[in-house]
């Protein structure tokens, strides 16, 4: 219970955007625009996954098994991410509920192991995941808005732009957040130098 | 400490975890893609028709003229059909296609067994009525190029399914929908799928189809 009023302000977020998410009509409305879908109920899932994860410490512990370093997290969030930027893949979600379901699944496991991941992963391997994640974002972002046709069947060309927009903000926004989030990890590995960035306190804290 | 904390050790799982993670990933956007070949629904549904055409379900119509128990079938001497969704309403580009549509029919002359259809998907305003306006607004020659609806919401409901044509509102009171001109074989089979501005392509196709 040391952590009880945090952790408890995540739950209590974390079901207050679960909730709605269950009810098929609020699903609907937010998958009825491209930007929404992306820039809102992706995040939404992928913060649920992540707070569910500091509920979860056996499987966290499981995981931490085959993730060393955090790269197996890194990578997974990677590419469930990339998948979910691919147009088809968007068009898929909303003509099947079985692809939906894998969405909201695969969503919610990247949010849970980034979470798990980040409290192992050295500030270098992140940047390298930040870095992708931005450099691919901002690419698709840019092709959204480039497009001349629409590129997914469900969703009109201004709602394609703004989700174009969406991501490139989001990927600048995401650089910013990581190098906000590991400022006092950035700023030990100078200080201590390079060659011993694994023996930050905080670290071994967060392993146990 | 876990043993996967310890130095040297845990290696060995993370690297097989890695490897099936890359693996799923490739398979699974490999599977989306076709191969990596597609990245839209659209131009995934074009190359997957090629390679596994689709049968449509029989197509009860309505047209200005009366009602077809099955277009597809409707006229023996009919080897193919050139065929696009339409609605009666639509404003601007659907106009500027269909004046490319009228001279598509003048080219169907040299083209003797394949036939164009244009069904409207708005059923609750396309009646009889509304697609005789819309066929003699173009001049429609019934024997070259059928306006048609769908007799039931169901056989709608099947035909846009079956040729992976999904049709939304605009916003604006219209609709979008990925247009395309759709070779069919009777008895309803969809052969391939051209782009709207590869009307003369698709009249080559069906044509070397009816012969």
Same mark, same amino acid.
């Given at each position: 219970m040391r952590h009880a009023s945090p952790q408890a302000m995540a739950a209590v977020l974390a079901a207050a955007a679960a909730v709605p998410l269950a009810i098929p009509a609020v699903r609907g409305a937010l998958e009825a625009d491209m930007a929404s879908h992306m820039l809102l109920e992706f995040p939404l899932v992928v913060g649920i996954g992540a707070v569910a994860a500091g509920f979860a410490p056996r499987a966290r512990a499981a995981f931490a098994r085959i993730d060393r370093m955090g790269i197996t997290g890194w990578l997974f969030a990677s590419l469930v991410l990339a998948y979910w930027m691919i147009p088809s893949a968007l068009d898929a979600a909303l003509a099947s509920p079985a692809m939906n379901a894998a969405k909201f699944g695969t969503l919610s496991l990247a949010g849970f192991a980034l979470r798990a991941s980040a409290s192992r992963s050295p500030p270098a391997l992140e940047a390298f995941f930040v870095g992708n994640f931005a450099w691919m974002s901002a690419t698709v972002g840019l092709l959204y808005q480039e497009a001349?046709?629409?590129?997914?069947?469900?969703?009109l060309a201004d709602g394609q732009q703004r989700a174009g927009r969406g991501l490139v903000v989001l990927s600048i926004a995401c650089v910013v957040a990581w190098l906000v989030a590991r400022r006092r990890r950035l700023e030990l590995g100078r200080g201590r130098g390079a060659?011993?960035?694994?023996?930050?306190p905080a670290k071994r804290i967060n392993m146990l | 400490m876990t043993p996967a904390d310890s130095p040297g050790r845990g290696f060995g799982a993370t690297l097989v975890a890695v490897a099936a993670i890359l693996a799923a990933g490739f398979a699974a956007a490999s599977q989306l893609t076709l191969g990596f070949r597609a990245w839209t629904t659209e131009d995934a549904r074009r190359i997957a028709v090629v390679e596994r055409p689709v049968d449509l379900s029989a197509l009860p119509v309505v047209t200005p003229e009366g009602s077809e128990?099955?277009?597809?079938?409707?006229?023996?001497?009919? !080897?193919a059909w050139l065929v696009t969704f339409i609605y009666?309403?639509?404003?601007t580009i659907c106009l500027a296609l269909g004046s490319e549509f009228q001279q598509l029919q003048v080219a169907l002359d040299a083209a003797p067994g394949v036939r164009m259809a244009s069904i409207s998907f708005d059923r609750a305003h396309d009646t009889p009525v509304a697609l005789g306006d819309y066929a003699r607004r173009f001049g429609a020659d019934p024997r070259r190029w059928v306006v048609a609806a769908p007799a039931s919401d169901e056989a709608l409901r099947r035909l846009l399914a079956g040729s992976g044509v999904v049709v939304i509102p605009d916003g604006i009171g219209g609709y979008v929908h990925n247009a395309a001109i759709h070779v069919v074989v009777p008895?309803? !089979?969809?052969?391939r799928v051209f782009g709207m501005e590869q009307a003369h392509e698709a009249l080559a196709f069906a044509a070397g189809l009816a012969q």
């Amino acid at each position: 219970m040391r952590h009880a009023s945090p952790q408890a302000m995540a739950a209590v977020l974390a079901a207050a955007a679960a909730v709605p998410l269950a009810i098929p009509a609020v699903r609907g409305a937010l998958e009825a625009d491209m930007a929404s879908h992306m820039l809102l109920e992706f995040p939404l899932v992928v913060g649920i996954g992540a707070v569910a994860a500091g509920f979860a410490p056996r499987a966290r512990a499981a995981f931490a098994r085959i993730d060393r370093m955090g790269i197996t997290g890194w990578l997974f969030a990677s590419l469930v991410l990339a998948y979910w930027m691919i147009p088809s893949a968007l068009d898929a979600a909303l003509a099947s509920p079985a692809m939906n379901a894998a969405k909201f699944g695969t969503l919610s496991l990247a949010g849970f192991a980034l979470r798990a991941s980040a409290s192992r992963s050295p500030p270098a391997l992140e940047a390298f995941f930040v870095g992708n994640f931005a450099w691919m974002s901002a690419t698709v972002g840019l092709l959204y808005q480039e497009a001349e046709t629409q590129l997914c069947l469900n969703y009109l060309a201004d709602g394609q732009q703004r989700a174009g927009r969406g991501l490139v903000v989001l990927s600048i926004a995401c650089v910013v957040a990581w190098l906000v989030a590991r400022r006092r990890r950035l700023e030990l590995g100078r200080g201590r130098g390079a060659d011993r960035p694994d023996a930050a306190p905080a670290k071994r804290i967060n392993m146990l | 400490m876990t043993p996967a904390d310890s130095p040297g050790r845990g290696f060995g799982a993370t690297l097989v975890a890695v490897a099936a993670i890359l693996a799923a990933g490739f398979a699974a956007a490999s599977q989306l893609t076709l191969g990596f070949r597609a990245w839209t629904t659209e131009d995934a549904r074009r190359i997957a028709v090629v390679e596994r055409p689709v049968d449509l379900s029989a197509l009860p119509v309505v047209t200005p003229e009366g009602s077809e128990r099955d277009l597809w079938s409707s006229g023996p001497a009919t !080897k193919a059909w050139l065929v696009t969704f339409i609605y009666t309403r639509c404003p601007t580009i659907c106009l500027a296609l269909g004046s490319e549509f009228q001279q598509l029919q003048v080219a169907l002359d040299a083209a003797p067994g394949v036939r164009m259809a244009s069904i409207s998907f708005d059923r609750a305003h396309d009646t009889p009525v509304a697609l005789g306006d819309y066929a003699r607004r173009f001049g429609a020659d019934p024997r070259r190029w059928v306006v048609a609806a769908p007799a039931s919401d169901e056989a709608l409901r099947r035909l846009l399914a079956g040729s992976g044509v999904v049709v939304i509102p605009d916003g604006i009171g219209g609709y979008v929908h990925n247009a395309a001109i759709h070779v069919v074989v009777p008895p309803g !089979k969809l052969v391939r799928v051209f782009g709207m501005e590869q009307a003369h392509e698709a009249l080559a196709f069906a044509a070397g189809l009816a012969q």
